[in-house]
């Protein structure tokens, strides 16, 4: 049988031709999605009961949806990508829907984006060729990043490959992570692992590598931020809602830390009315880290077998 399948993913979305002969011989009837970011609750209720199978980007698979869809046919959400924060995983496996993603395999791409932003901030980059552009020669005075302090937050794919990367430089490490098998891993590349909060407050450069939980939510909040260095500057790569974005620009505005890049957002797309976007010392993304041609082909592969498998098996089983 033929299972109707639908993409949301958009970095997927970008290759899917190249990939319809391999869902067809999967088995998969394939229905691609008008999107820009990601669906909403709304815009997921009015469909989702007509698929079998979803793979997803950063879409809200809120409880409502997933019952809905439960009501329906849907069997399974195959998450292009690491986090499911997103996805309600208890509605999920109160109604029977398989939940997958596909791990460690964005680490690099993110942390090649990370290491980026650093050196952005650390030599106003992207402020000389705004101002280049207008016809000024600036030549702001910048910092060395040998010797400096690298903290990460979360020592997964992402955060063990920017290690290497700050280590390369001649940058120290420090990371936390509540695994210690995790932390074990990075202390093998060279990292120290460190509390939280004395990691904070040691480091020139915070990157968010993390999950977002229930634990990590704004965990950047305002305490957090003032135990920062009023040098030191803020990178989240991770999930925006890992940083109370109020209390970074009441922090910006004051000079409490020196600067900001945010991949991510609390809610995306980020509008141009947000305070954030005031700020020279702010590097602002587009929840983009992961899209090169190498990883959006190696995580659609995964994505794509990944559905195909939950579906048979859930064939097995009836």
Not at 137 to 141: D, E, G, H
Not at 187 to 190: A, E, F, I, K, V
Not at 192 to 201: A, T
Not at 285 to 295: F, I, R, V, Y
């Given at each position: 049988?033929?299972?109707?399948v639908?993409?949301?993913?958009?970095?997927?979305?970008?290759?899917?031709?190249?990939?319809?002969?391999?869902?067809?011989?999967?088995?998969?009837?394939?229905?691609?999605?008008?999107?820009?970011?990601?669906?909403?609750?709304?815009?997921?209720?009015?469909?989702?009961?007509?698929?079998?199978?979803?793979?997803?980007?950063?879409?809200?698979?809120?409880?409502?949806?997933?019952?809905?869809?439960?009501?329906?046919?849907?069997?399974?959400?195959?998450?292009?990508?690491?986090?499911?924060?997103?996805?309600d995983?208890?509605?999920?496996?109160?109604?029977?829907?398989?939940?997958?993603?596909?791990?460690?395999?964005?680490?690099?791409?993110?942390?090649?984006?990370?290491?980026?932003?650093?050196?952005?901030?650390?030599?106003?980059?992207?402020?000389?060729?705004?101002?280049?552009?207008?016809?000024e020669?600036?030549?702001?005075?910048g910092?060395?990043?040998?010797?400096?302090?690298?903290?990460?937050?979360?020592?997964?794919?992402?955060?063990?490959?920017?290690?290497?990367?700050?280590?390369?430089?001649?940058?120290?490490?420090?990371?936390?992570?509540?695994?210690?098998?995790?932390?074990?891993?990075s202390?093998?590349?060279?990292a120290?692992?460190?509390?939280?909060?004395?990691?904070?407050?040691s480091?020139d450069?915070?990157?968010?590598?993390?999950?977002?939980?229930?634990?990590?939510?704004?965990?950047?909040?305002?305490?957090?931020i003032?135990?920062?260095?009023?040098?030191?500057?803020?990178?989240?790569?991770?999930?925006?809602?890992?940083?109370?974005?109020?209390?970074?620009?009441?922090?910006?505005?004051?000079?409490?830390?020196?600067?900001?890049?945010?991949e991510?957002?609390?809610?995306?797309?980020?509008?141009?009315?947000?305070p954030?976007?005031?700020?020279?010392?702010?590097?602002?993304?587009?929840?983009?880290?992961?899209?090169?041609?190498?990883?959006?082909?190696?995580?659609?592969s995964?994505?794509?077998?990944?559905?195909?498998?939950?579906?048979?098996?859930?064939?097995?089983r009836t």
């Open positions: 049988m033929k299972w109707d639908l993409v949301t993913c958009p970095n997927m979305l970008l290759v899917l031709d190249d990939y319809l002969s391999l869902m067809s011989e999967l088995n998969l009837n394939v229905f691609e999605a008008d999107v820009t970011q990601q669906f909403d609750e709304k815009q997921l209720l009015e469909v989702i009961a007509q698929y079998d199978g979803v793979i997803a980007g950063d879409d809200a698979f809120s409880a409502v949806v997933l019952e809905a869809g439960a009501k329906g046919r849907l069997k399974v959400v195959s998450k292009w990508g690491v986090g499911t924060d997103r996805i995983m208890q509605a999920a496996d109160r109604h029977g829907i398989v939940v997958t993603n596909t791990p460690g395999l964005l680490g690099d791409e993110v942390a090649d984006v990370a290491l980026g932003y650093i050196i952005l901030l650390a030599r106003h980059l992207h402020r000389i060729d705004q101002a280049v552009r207008r016809g020669w600036f030549k702001p005075t910092h060395s990043l040998f010797g400096k302090v690298l903290g990460i937050v979360g020592a997964g794919s992402v955060g063990q490959a920017l290690t290497t990367r700050a280590l390369a430089l001649g940058m120290s490490v420090v990371v936390s992570d509540p695994s210690p098998a995790a932390q074990d891993q202390s093998t590349l060279g120290q692992p460190m509390e939280l909060d004395r990691l904070i407050s480091a450069y915070v990157v968010l590598a993390c999950p977002l939980t229930v634990d990590t939510y704004h965990m950047m909040d305002a305490r957090r003032s135990l920062m260095r009023p040098n030191a500057a803020l990178v989240n790569v991770s999930r925006g809602r890992l940083v109370d974005e109020g209390a970074l620009a009441s922090a910006l505005e004051s000079d409490e830390i020196r600067a900001a890049a945010l991510v957002f609390e809610d995306e797309p980020l509008g141009p009315e947000s954030l976007c005031s700020f020279d010392q702010v590097i602002l993304g587009s929840h983009n880290s992961s899209n090169t041609d190498e990883a959006v082909r190696r995580v659609t995964a994505a794509i077998h990944n559905l195909a498998t939950a579906l048979s098996q859930w064939q097995a």
